[in-house]
């Protein structure tokens, strides 16, 4: 019997086996010339299969291979992995079309030279499968190809007899980059070993991120990475360095089945989390998706370069472009019984095509269908939510410091040299090795002042101390991370520019040009503060459709199916202040329920908004701000009772949270008496207790000026931040008696100095906002446009979800649009006043308008994780051109509970209504500025794209806050959660109810507050206490009196020696 006569037919097989493997199925071959169609005389197209064991009974493979046999004139090789590995390949039975693949273990060259023998048609080429093991040649590839691919370097080392390795390319390593043969690779960037064999890829992220490296590997369980603090590239191997490609935290897998069918489906990216999301059956969690028609041409393209009919890529899209990081070769999709059918019926016709083209086709091809149509699924009255655009301020963080001295060391001017600094006159110096630098210089200064060489320093004495704080400031942490430090470099041409209120400028400036060195530090986000961001990230989801149902955690309904399916396009915009990007990255763990650090999360989800301006410290209005402090500082600086005058001039717009405050304080320099004691007296009880913390002091000493006995207004910000910090964080090791009147009369003047500073009139306040928020405006304009139109700008890209695996999908057309700008103080106050004064409505003519902006004026502090919320709804049964077509909401929160807050329990299921009222601190010295913890909504129906007409309902009929804000403790800040609208009628009345409990217990007069002016009350019993705020006017005006005859406040120069 010949060679090709010895295969048995695997329809009549009895069980006989190749090499004794009883698993092997092996059928009769012929050559193509004996085929004749007639039913007794019937010849057959053997297809052999030559592959591990292991892939040869996977699922997809089975599955696939199940479907191939239905062809009429196609039968079934399977060679056992035995005689692949034992067996000559002059043994290997004879088949016209071989399938083979490279894996682990596999003898790619044997199955080579057995191709080489009998000239099969091959599905995949075999000498192409070396190429794709080698990542080198598969970017040579892919270049000549013509397919984009990320911005790549290769350093190449060789290993001596010794063991030792030996780098060929020329490589140069620094903090935060590395240059390979001249190209510099920036962080982040991913390291891949040539092998591709080798799945161990890093990703190295900057210090800017916090550092350390992403590792990623194939999945163990359920894990595909982990994070390390390593940040050093790797040196024992050759290795491609690749430029970092964002794709909002989603890869996309690509299958081809020949050069014109490609399956792609969307999965969490390895490098995000680490975490493997799996299904009900434990296979990772992927969802098809559409390409693009540019990304089918890519997925022909690699097909025909590689030679490879059955061939997996991976793309990564980012910015509207398309990018080929991998190409895996053969590869199946797993779980998709079309993706089974497609495959199985384009190899069949591929085969018959090839051998025996006049043989019957027993159906039809079936080709890819073109993309259908985007459809709403919106119903009758039902609206599907479109849009949510959130400007949302940065979580809980550390006192923010400053300090500034005058440098004329030759040292100093090379490194302003060095960095370009007289080319703009400033410099601004953050990264690492740019520290370090300082650093350095500092450390050779301290010695030159320790030998008596003082000729280059204008004040040695206050040089000396200068200089040994910032070498502190410098040495914190042991290292530097970029996010909590910075340096600045100002060119002064002789002496100091104009100074204002705010500058803490130093003393006996030299006539001769200098440098003025500003150092700031701290101010970065606290562990307290990530829980918030993230405990709100995961509140956000409620917003959702399907996050109501089940907490919004179903694997089937809400955001994360949203996101993970492109239905959700999810863009991420952050300033560059660490608190502020760090804030972002938390809150997007949270929002999307990822695991791990913040430093992946970070680089691939979040976008830097200071490219463009978008979130950019104000330009415009700095001159007109620095007016407004000075005038309002001024006004604070008066030494009498506040007048009639006085209210129409720092308060015209008769803000109840402005106007509750000037009540409380009456004299500002009283207060700020009694604030300059308070510190005074927490300096000495840090002292006495040894406690390492020196903020306190330089607090005192910028804050009063004892030889001009003159208070500096711009610095109460920092004492408030600063105590509220202490309250928060170190209140039992602190044990401060006087803290919370520190803290409440520091609060009643900054609600004062923070909100007016940004204009006291409604026309200074609208000129401000206009210098700072107007490049976020016209985003969030064109943000509502792109839904409103459907024209999508040059920079923005839509993923869509492919509608034929929609079927078990709750609404499959639904497309949300999400654009989420965390930002500082400024932006947040600037867009409040923009909605407040810029004429969006008119308050006389809309009741509902009215009662929000009254409400927005009993917010007197927009505290951390304040959340100003826009969400657009359509309604796609309406006509287009309709007014009811479309529906905007704009909702409302000041963010975090402040100190003295107590957190609602609450049970999100059947939620007590009488236990979720706001309850007032039991202190007798509770600020009467805090306002209630409820969120404003504020509706308006707008036609596109232009009119408005008003809708607003009461943000107190909403549903009460969910139990995630609970589980934290009652003296942190807990951010509030966005609230859904709750349509019972039930509720609805009982938070109604609620709203008038609210309102009444919350009022924001003077009345909540009572205090001593010299001294603290006795606590009180409740009953007490609400007899001194029914009788607090008369009280306060009691103690006028005591007012005028505070003294002249202890300085600190009355006992420098205690202070040293």
Same mark, same amino acid.
């Given at each position: ?13 009895? &069980? ?114 070396? +190429? ?46 590395? /240059? ?13 070993? *040539? ?23 194939? =999945? ?30 989603? +890869? ?9 069918? %490609?399956?792609?489906?969307?999965? =969490?990216?390895? &490098? ?111 609206? /599907? ?87 502190? *400031? ?20 002789? &002496? ?17 040009? @200098? ?7 701290? &101010?970065?986000?606290?562990? $307290? ?55 972002? %990255? ?119 000026? %004892?030889?001009?006995? =003159? ?35 520091? =609060? ?44 999508? $700008? ?21 497309? *949300? ?35 929000? #902006? /009254? ?13 100003? *919320?826009?969400?657009?709804? /359509? ?76 809708? #607003? ?9 969910? $139990? ?54 006795? @606590? ?26 505070? @003294? ?13």
């Amino acid at each position: 019997m010949s060679e090709k006569d010895s295969c048995i037919r695997q329809d009549d097989s009895d &069980g006989e086996s190749v090499n004794g493997d009883e698993n092997d199925d092996i059928c009769d071959g012929h050559d193509l010339s004996d085929f004749d169609d007639s039913e007794d005389n019937r010849s057959f197209i053997t297809v052999g299969i030559c592959a591990q064991w292991k892939k040869v009974k996977a699922k997809p493979m089975e599955e696939i291979l199940h479907r191939l046999e239905q062809f009429e004139f196609i039968r079934l090789i399977i060679f056992s992995e035995a005689m692949i590995h034992e067996s000559p390949i002059e043994d290997w039975p004879f088949c016209h079309v071989l399938i083979s693949f490279h894996s682990k273990g596999f003898p790619l060259a044997k199955t080579q030279q057995y191709a080489r023998l009998h000239e099969p048609f091959l599905i995949n080429d075999l000498d192409k499968q070396w +190429d794709i093991m080698d990542r080198i040649k598969v970017h040579e590839i892919l270049k000549d190809a013509g397919i984009a691919q990320p911005r790549y370097g290769i350093v190449r080392r060789t290993m001596d007899a010794d063991g030792t390795w030996q780098t060929l390319s020329s490589v140069n390593e620094q903090d935060d980059q590395i /240059e390979i043969d001249g190209e510099i690779f920036h962080k982040p960037f991913v390291e891949k070993p *040539v092998s591709a064999e080798n799945h161990d890829v890093y990703i190295y992220f900057p210090s800017s991120a916090g550092g350390g490296s992403q590792r990623l590997f194939r =999945k163990i369980g359920s894990r595909s990475s982990v994070y390390t603090s390593e940040n050093s590239v790797r040196k024992d191997g050759s290795y491609i360095y690749e430029e970092f490609m964002p794709t909002d935290g989603t +890869d996309v897998k690509v299958y081809t089945v020949g050069a014109e069918y %490609a399956h792609a489906e969307a999965r =969490k990216s390895p &490098g995000l989390d680490g975490k493997v999301e799996r299904d009900e059956f434990g296979k990772e969690v992927r969802y098809p998706v559409i390409l693009r028609a540019d990304e089918k041409l890519i997925a022909m393209k690699i097909c025909l370069a590689f030679k490879q009919a059955i061939c997996g890529f991976d793309l990564l899209r980012t910015e509207g472009k398309s990018f080929v990081c991998d190409v895996n070769g053969f590869s199946f999709v797993k779980n998709s019984t079309k993706y089974y059918d497609d495959c199985a019926s384009i190899l069949g016709h591929m085969i018959l095509r090839e051998l025996a083209p006049t043989f019957a086709i027993p159906y039809p091809i079936d080709y890819q269908p073109d993309d259908p149509p985007f459809v709403p699924t919106a119903l009758g009255t039902r609206m /599907e939510l479109r849009c949510v655009i959130a400007v949302i301020r940065h979580g809980d963080r550390t006192p923010k410091q400053k300090m500034k001295m005058v440098v004329l060391h030759p040292l100093f001017f090379q490194l302003f040299e060095k960095y370009n600094g007289p080319k703009t006159g400033h410099l601004k110096l953050k990264h690492p090795g740019q520290l370090q630098e300082v650093l350095d210089i500092t450390r050779i200064l301290i010695k030159e002042l320790n030998d008596n060489r003082t000729n280059r320093f204008p004040n040695s004495s206050e040089t000396r101390v200068k200089l040994f704080q910032l070498k502190q *400031v410098l040495e914190l942490y042991g290292h530097f991370s970029g996010i909590n430090r910075k340096i600045q470099l100002k060119y002064l041409s002789k &002496g100091l520019p104009k100074k204002t209120s705010s500058d803490d400028e130093p003393n006996n400036v030299s006539p001769q040009p @200098s440098l003025l060195l500003i150092v700031k530090w701290g &101010g970065q986000l606290t562990q $307290t503060g990530k829980n918030q961001a993230e405990v709100l990230g995961k509140a956000f989801r409620k917003m959702y459709p399907g996050g109501q149902s089940a907490g919004g955690d179903r694997p089937d309904v809400g955001l994360l199916r949203l996101h993970s399916t492109f239905r959700h396009d999810l863009k991420i915009y952050a300033s560059d202040e660490g608190r502020v990007q760090m804030t972002a %990255a938390a809150f997007a763990k949270g929002l999307l329920a990822l695991d791990g650090e913040l430093a992946p999360i970070l680089v691939q989800m979040v976008k830097s908004a200071n490219t463009n301006g978008l979130l950019d410290n104000d330009v415009d209005s700095t001159k007109e701000q620095q007016k407004v402090k000075r005038t309002l500082h001024d006004l604070l600086a008066k030494d009498r009772q506040f007048t009639a005058e006085d209210y129409d001039i720092i308060a015209p717009t008769r803000s109840r949270s402005l106007v509750s405050s000037m009540d409380f304080i009456k004299n500002p320099v009283t207060i700020c008496r009694k604030i300059y004691d308070y510190i005074l007296e927490m300096i000495t009880l840090i002292q006495s207790r040894s406690l390492n913390d020196n903020s306190g002091l330089k607090l005192g000493k910028d804050f009063y000026d %004892a030889r001009k006995d =003159k208070f500096n207004i711009s610095k109460v910000p920092d004492i408030y931040d600063s105590i509220k910090y202490e309250l928060l964080h170190n209140k039992d090791v602190l044990q401060f008696l006087y803290a919370e009147d520190l803290y409440v009369c520091s =609060k009643a003047l900054a609600d004062i100095v923070v909100p007016q500073e940004y204009g006291v009139t409604i026309e200074e306040k609208l000129s401000i906002a206009r210098g700072i928020i107007t490049p976020l405006l016209r985003k969030i304009r064109a943000d509502l446009q792109c839904n409103l139109t459907g024209v999508i $700008t040059h920079d923005e890209h839509v993923n869509k979800l492919d509608p034929i695996y929609s079927s078990g999908i709750q609404t499959p057309g639904r497309h *949300v649009r999400t654009r989420l700008y965390f930002t500082s103080e400024s932006h947040v106050h600037s867009l409040l006043t923009v909605i407040r004064y810029g004429g969006l409505l008119d308050v006389s003519n809309d009741e509902q308008w009215k009662r929000s #902006m /009254e409400h927005l004026d009993t917010v007197s502090e927009l505290n951390y994780l304040t959340q100003i *919320v826009i969400m657009l709804y /359509e309604d796609s049964s309406e006509e287009e051109d309709s007014e009811r077509r479309f529906h905007v909401e704009l909702h409302f929160s000041p963010g975090a509970y402040g100190c003295f807050d107590v957190l609602p329990e609450i049970d999100s299921v059947s939620p007590n209504i009488n236990s979720i009222r706001t309850v007032l601190p039991k202190s007798n010295r509770q600020a009467a500025h805090s306002p209630p913890r409820h969120r404003i909504e504020m509706l308006r129906s707008v036609s596109p794209p232009t009119t408005v007409e008003s809708s #607003m309902s009461s943000s107190l009929t909403q549903h009460p806050l969910n $139990t995630t804000i609970t589980s934290l403790a009652a003296d942190q800040l807990v951010p509030e959660s966005p609230l859904i609208t709750d349509d019972n009628t039930k509720k609805s009345i009982q938070s109604e109810k609620l709203r008038q409990k609210v309102v009444k217990q919350r009022s924001f007069s003077s009345k909540t507050i009572y205090r001593s002016n010299s001294a603290m009350i006795p @606590s009180r019993s409740p009953e007490q206490t609400n007899s001194a705020q029914l009788n607090s006017n008369t009280t306060q005006g009691s103690n006028n009196s005591n007012n005028k005859s505070v @003294s002249k406040p202890r300085s600190f120069e009355d006992d420098e020696s205690d202070l040293e």
